[in-house]
């Protein structure tokens, strides 16, 4: 499934293996960088100028704050699987989305489809009936990389997707205010 819309993003850098079992698992890759979803869909551009510094004006006045990866975890869809990096769930991380949320009620996240929102990085989405090979193989990059999978958070991005064109264009990035806490 390839993504089309408008997104708030938290941007992460993933070890470079993880980076490329990811292009090469997941299609939507080509079309986002690797992220922790905020809100999904969010607003469109002809808001841009009434939503641009509502939203700097939010999240300037956050603290960065730290993500950590909690454990790996899939979605089961009737026609795929989709495997993820789940990302501890953090008062820091709860206010920035319960902030965006409250604040832009006109856009409920993921269009109020799900009751319980699980901050994840998606990694691949693959057939059912091989997802046990690709999942054993995630598994495996993840227990070499696990002491590299915690991510700085000081910035939120805005982007837009169009289906079946590859990359998103950044409708604005907004940095969180204060230094981060140790």
């Given amino acids: 499934m390839l993504i089309d819309g408008n997104a708030l993003i938290i941007p ?12 090469q698992s997941d299609p939507s890759a ?17 808001k841009s100028r009434i939503v641009a510094p509502q939203l700097k004006r939010l999240l300037g006045k956050m603290a960065p704050f730290r993500i950590y990866f909690d454990n790996m ?33 006109t856009y409920p996240p993921y269009e109020g ?9 998606t990694m691949a989405r693959v057939n059912p009936a091989t997802a046990g090979a690709v999942e054993a193989r995630l598994t495996h990059l993840v227990e070499q990389h696990r002491s590299a ?23 604005g ?3 969180l205010g204060r230094s981060i806490k140790s």
């Fill in 30 to 46: 080509r079309q986002l960088p690797a992220h922790v979803t905020v809100h999904f869909p969010f607003a469109d551009e002809p």
């Fill in 173 to 175: 990035s907004f940095p």
């Fill in 73 to 105: 975890g899939r979605f089961e869809m009737p026609n795929e699987m989709i495997l993820y990096l789940k990302v501890t769930v953090t008062p820091e991380l709860m206010t920035l989305f319960e902030t965006i949320w409250q604040k832009f009620r």
């Fill in 12 to 23: 992460v850098a993933l070890p470079d293996a993880l980076e490329a079992f990811r292009l």
């Fill in 149 to 171: 999978l915690f991510w700085d958070i000081s910035e939120v991005e805005w982007v837009n997707v169009q289906q079946g064109v590859p990359g998103c264009r950044i409708l």
């Fill in 113 to 121: 489809k799900h009751q319980e929102i699980i901050p994840h990085i």
